[in-house]
């Protein structure tokens, strides 16, 4: 060959070499994904590796507490030091108001957040989500998954009934929503202002001409809404209310732990538990790898663990509760909410709030 034909052949290959960069890098956040996962484990996890190493940064938009987003994140930094996590914390309305918003002005921020399960439909219709099938779908619960790997549950949040021992005697400890209803319970309990998902268990599980009316009665009395399920259920153990009646579970576990004088009881005849949280890689992920194995860690044994020892009921099949309801009836909220929101969203304003009275 001749230097004039090797040249050739070697600018040839420089430009098949950035064609084919050219077109990874042109790839949806699903697509390079998507070949990722159909690699051996081995060469997988290499590959998002090695692009995280390049990125060296994730985003991610949490809705838990500070102090569990913080323990996660510092135990995935731990096992990935070339990746610095950035938390932006938020309650899910909060969170898909601003991911939303962003999205319109095409500011692509985040690159990974989690929110329960109504918001999926909302989340696939715009397109701000993408399309992860990690191989570590397969260890998780019935309900965790969907069929076309948009849906990967790493958690939900039972609402449990948590009181003040110091104010209300085990002879009055109520065990079922109707015992809310006694005059003994009128303006003395609270509520969080965005509880929908309380309200769509309840009329999925009474039917919602029995369930309105009975949100009807407990609205009249009198819950204290505010904003902020964690900073409720303190403020029952520190007296404020007598009892916080949709309390999470893994807050209940947490203030047990830290002796709080507290004590919570599985209503009957169902417990109420929210459409699974699920993790959520951004369609316009800056950093689709770092995102990656962050999800990964999210479902994973060693991340699930972490979130059980928070009180979380998580998803993966190996890993177990730390608050068991045992044999007793959970209601989790239907997905057919995550198409009617506006109109949960105004029955729990009118029937719970007592709006427009």
């Keep these: 060959m001749s230097v004039k034909n090797g040249l050739f052949a070697a600018v040839l290959?420089?430009?098949?070499?950035?064609?084919?960069?050219?077109?990874?890098?042109?790839?949806?956040?699903?697509?390079?994904?998507a070949a990722i996962n159909r690699l051996p484990a081995a060469e997988r996890l290499a590959a998002l590796a090695e692009g995280a190493?390049?990125?060296?940064?994730?985003?991610?938009?949490?809705?838990?507490?500070?102090?569990?987003?913080?323990?996660?994140?510092?135990?995935?930094?731990?096992?990935?030091?070339?990746?610095?996590?950035?938390i932006l914390n938020g309650s899910a309305v909060n969170t898909m108001t601003r991911i939303t918003s962003e999205f319109r002005a095409r500011t692509y921020l985040f690159d990974v957040t989690h929110i329960r399960g109504l918001f999926l439909s909302a989340?696939?219709?715009?397109?701000?989500?993408?399309?992860?099938?990690?191989?570590?779908?397969?260890?998780?619960?019935?309900?965790?998954?969907?069929?076309?790997g948009y849906f990967n549950?790493?958690?939900?949040?039972?609402?449990?009934?948590?009181?003040?021992?110091?104010?209300?005697?085990?002879?009055?400890y109520p065990k079922t929503f109707e015992d809310l209803l006694l005059p003994f319970w009128k303006g003395r309990m609270a509520m969080e202002l965005e509880s929908y998902d309380w309200l769509a268990a309840l009329l999925d599980y009474y039917g919602e001409e029995k369930g309105k009316a009975l949100a009807e009665k407990l609205g009249r009395q009198q819950p204290d809404f505010r904003r902020g399920?964690?900073?409720?259920?303190?403020?029952?153990?520190?007296?404020?209310?007598?009892?916080?009646?949709?309390?999470?579970?893994?807050?209940?576990?947490?203030?047990?732990?830290?002796?709080?004088?507290?004590?919570?009881?599985?209503?009957?005849?169902?417990?109420?538990?929210?459409?699974?949280?699920?993790?959520?890689?951004?369609?316009?992920?800056p950093h689709r790898h770092a995102a990656a194995l962050f999800a990964d860690f999210l479902l994973s044994r060693k991340g699930q663990e972490l979130m059980a020892a928070q009180g979380r009921w998580v998803s993966r099949k190996d890993v177990p509760y730390q608050l068991d309801?045992?044999?007793?009836?959970?209601?989790?909220?239907?997905?057919?909410?995550?198409?009617?929101?506006?109109?949960?969203?105004?029955?729990?304003?009118?029937?719970?709030r007592r709006e427009g009275e």
């Design 229 to 285: 399920s964690t900073l409720l259920s303190q403020l029952a153990a520190a007296g404020e209310f007598a009892i916080h009646v949709d309390g999470y579970n893994h807050t209940a576990y947490q203030l047990k732990q830290k002796k709080a004088p507290i004590e919570y009881i599985f209503p009957e005849p169902y417990i109420p538990a929210k459409t699974p949280t699920a993790v959520w890689i951004a369609a316009h992920a």
């Design 13 to 33: 290959l420089m430009l098949i070499a950035s064609a084919a960069r050219g077109l990874c890098a042109e790839r949806t956040v699903d697509e390079s994904l």
């Design 53 to 86: 190493k390049k990125e060296r940064e994730l985003v991610w938009y949490s809705t838990m507490n500070r102090e569990n987003s913080l323990e996660l994140a510092q135990t995935f930094e731990k096992d990935h030091p070339y990746i610095s996590v950035k």
């Design 123 to 148: 989340l696939k219709k715009s397109a701000i989500i993408a399309r992860y099938q990690t191989p570590l779908r397969e260890a998780l619960r019935r309900d965790y998954v969907d069929g076309d």
């Design 325 to 352: 309801p045992g044999t007793r009836k959970v209601q989790m909220v239907s997905l057919k909410w995550g198409e009617r929101d506006v109109e949960l969203i105004h029955l729990f304003n009118k029937l719970l």
């Design 153 to 172: 549950g790493i958690f939900t949040q039972a609402n449990l009934f948590i009181l003040n021992k110091n104010l209300v005697k085990p002879q009055d």
